[in-house]
């Protein structure tokens, strides 16, 4: 697990990101970049209705930023494009939280940069608590029985080496690499009790989407969606995980039996055929699970209730905000500069262009189109909830609180605006597929 930096007592943390080298493949090492230490950072966790400070650190030789995705704070405590750290400098934002629970995570998120600054290792995980969950009935010793799992995909020369070099298939459909990384390590296996585990599970890939699943087969109990808990426990045989997003599940391990999580080939697929990922791609174990008896099983039943919510609202007379995610096809993409690639309502991100400015406490309903293939939509500042998928109700797994959906065709989601946003720190709405994100399908707003 990465190591656990409570800010719960002491109300603030210091990160420091910095270089290092890290051994992926055999004992070869990789040059990378980390947080407090050579690779990602450390598992942040903050307390509700608290305030905390943050203390972020750039030891780095260029510009870099800590954006707190799943995090409603300010445009201003929020780390966008527009909040970069300079190298030797340090920047304290306030993060007051008075947010549920939940599962969320930190990265980079210099425009431009982001993709490359990502696979190198800015990344982290953050929990939200509220020293509930034993209350609840849930697992929460910390890599014990509440296990944190970042999953990311990268590629490796042949000198062990991460080897980010999109070329142009990379940056129509995102870059995926061909070895699956956990939590910055490959080929490890979880040692978990002879009980009930939770996973909180993070996509921290560029652009990989895993289709989740057990290889025997066996349920999963999803508990929380990216912002909070649900009411109560969904049964499901498998569950899809895009970029930027998080999942809480329960496994219940008490028959004592050693099983992987697997993940089917990346489903995405542009209209014409190009598949990201390869398209001879095969299923593969993203972790394996050992169980050992001697480790405490604290927990043995699911939970009845947990004590989250769904969002029950219909959005009826609110208004409406229709969005489109464009792509440049063939010598139309080749073509255009790297930063405008990408698009939405045919605009590609520029960063001294608002797209709109919001009402502080304003509901809306956004309508995001996306005709090409898959998207991750993410939309900083808020909790939103699916109204539908493609005209459909929402699937299961997204009927809980969110921040990011994957729309694949068009998606309807429900969004109330309550933290400000100044011109000068303003919020983004984005695809999650770095790439698409660098090459221009953001844009931004502000809330006042």
Not at 13 to 19: E, N
Not at 295 to 309: H, N
Not at 310 to 315: A, E, I, V, W, Y
Not at 387 to 403: F, V
Request: with cysteine; aromatic share 6%.
């Amino acid at each position: 697990m990465p190591p656990l930096l409570d800010a719960t007592g002491t109300g603030r943390f210091h990160l420091a990101a910095q270089r290092g080298t890290t051994a992926f493949v055999d004992a070869r090492t990789s040059e990378t970049w980390g947080f407090n230490q050579p690779h990602l950072g450390p598992t942040l966790r903050i307390a509700t209705g608290q305030t905390t400070a943050a203390e972020v650190q750039n030891t780095l030789d260029e510009p870099i930023s800590v954006h707190w995705h799943g995090l409603m704070v300010p445009g201003d405590a929020d780390g966008g494009p527009h909040q970069t750290i300079s190298q030797g400098e340090t920047w304290t934002p306030e993060l007051s939280i008075t947010q549920p629970t939940c599962t969320a995570w930190y990265h980079s998120h210099v425009h431009g940069s982001t993709a490359r600054q990502v696979q190198k290792g800015l990344a982290g995980v953050l929990q939200i608590v509220d020293g509930q969950d034993e209350a609840r009935g849930l697992p929460n010793a910390y890599g014990v029985d509440d296990l944190t799992l970042v999953l990311q995909d990268r590629r490796f020369d042949r000198r062990g080496q991460i080897d980010y070099a999109p070329a142009m298939p990379d940056q129509m459909m995102g870059f995926m690499g061909d070895t699956m990384v956990v939590n910055g390590q490959v080929g490890r296996t979880a040692v978990i009790p002879q009980g009930l585990v939770r996973l909180r599970l993070v996509n921290g890939s560029n652009a990989r989407i895993y289709p989740l699943s057990l290889s025997d087969g066996r349920e999963m109990h999803l508990i929380a969606t990216d912002n909070g808990y649900l009411d109560r426990p969904i049964t499901l045989s498998d569950l899809t995980i895009a970029p930027g997003e998080r999942f809480e599940v329960l496994i219940d391990f008490s028959d004592g039996r050693d099983i992987a999580l697997v993940s089917a080939p990346n489903p995405n697929e542009m209209m014409g055929g190009m598949m990201g990922g390869g398209s001879n791609e095969s299923a593969f174990v993203v972790l394996p699970f050992a169980v050992d008896p001697s480790l405490p099983a604290t927990k043995d039943r699911l939970p009845d209730d947990i004590g989250g919510s769904r969002p029950q609202g219909d959005g009826t007379g609110v208004d409406v905000r229709n969005m489109t995610l464009d792509m440049q096809m063939g010598m139309g993409m080749m073509m255009r500069r790297a930063n405008d690639r990408f698009s939405i309502n045919g605009a590609a991100f520029a960063m001294d262009q608002i797209n709109f400015d919001i009402p502080r406490g304003t509901v809306e309903r956004w309508r995001i189109t996306a005709d090409m293939m898959m998207h991750p939509f993410h939309i900083h500042g808020v909790s939103f909830q699916v109204l539908s998928q493609s005209g459909r109700a929402p699937a299961p797994q997204n009927t809980g609180w969110k921040d990011t959906m994957l729309v694949h065709g068009s998606a309807e989601l429900l969004v109330r605006f309550d933290q400000g946003a100044a011109r000068e720190t303003p919020f983004m709405y984005h695809c999650h597929i770095l790439e698409h994100e660098d090459g221009g399908m953001m844009g931004q707003f502000t809330v006042g």
